[in-house]
């Protein structure tokens, strides 16, 4: 069976995105905080082929976010390394805080300014909790206008986690832009 690479890049300012990535592989995808940057691999089946998602989930603080957001505008669009090669990129909000909402926009301009191929798939992943203070109305909007795929899920459901990466895998197949491994 055909083995393929997937890097996604997985940015925004909320946490919940680690515990996401958490759930997507079953168990925490690191013991101690990070440095700005996590790795973890989770493997995915489809069309009767294996997958193997590397996932970088960035530091979304925003003393992360103002020194990426700064290096990419004073080198002219040069990208921080976790960007290289990706084949796919998600923006996360917390739709229980809306300043997580607010900076959206700017998420997604440091991602395609480091990820110009519009082929590769930004997708915007707006976090249920007990609170709503964005709407998916909003979010759906914003994601529209942006040209991104929209989707919702809670962080810790494997149930509702596992089929937005299969869609993101089935969007890069689709507009093919990944390489096959033997």
């Known amino acids: 069976m055909t083995k393929t690479f997937m890097k996604i890049c997985i940015i925004g300012s909320t946490a919940l995105k680690t515990r996401m990535v958490d759930t997507l592989i079953g168990g ?3 013991e101690t905080p990070g440095l700005g940057v996590n790795f973890s691999t989770k493997q995915l089946e489809y069309n009767d082929q294996v997958y193997k998602l590397i996932l970088v989930d960035s530091g979304g603080d925003s003393f992360f976010f ?3 957001y700064k290096w990419i505008l ?6 921080p390394v976790f960007y ?7 923006i996360t909000f917390d739709k229980g ?24 798939p930004i997708v915007l992943v707006g976090f249920i909790g007990n609170t709503e203070e964005v709407t998916s109305l909003e ?5 529209e206008e942006l040209g991104m795929l929209y989707y919702e899920t809670s962080p ?3 149930e509702t986690i596992t089929p937005i990466f299969l869609e ?10 990944l390489n096959k491994v033997e």
Do not use: L, M
């Open 28 to 30: 925490p995808s690191s």
């Open 66 to 68: 103002t020194t990426r």
């Open 74 to 79: 004073k080198h002219g669009g040069v990208k």
């Open 84 to 90: 290289t090669g990706a084949h796919a990129c998600i």
């Open 97 to 120: 805080v809306e300043a997580s909402f607010e900076v959206v926009s700017d998420w997604y301009k440091g991602a395609r300014k480091s990820i110009p191929d519009p082929r590769i």
């Open 139 to 143: 979010g759906q909007k914003v994601a």
């Open 156 to 158: 810790t459901t494997q």
């Open 168 to 177: 993101i895998v089935k969007t890069a197949v689709a507009r093919g832009i």
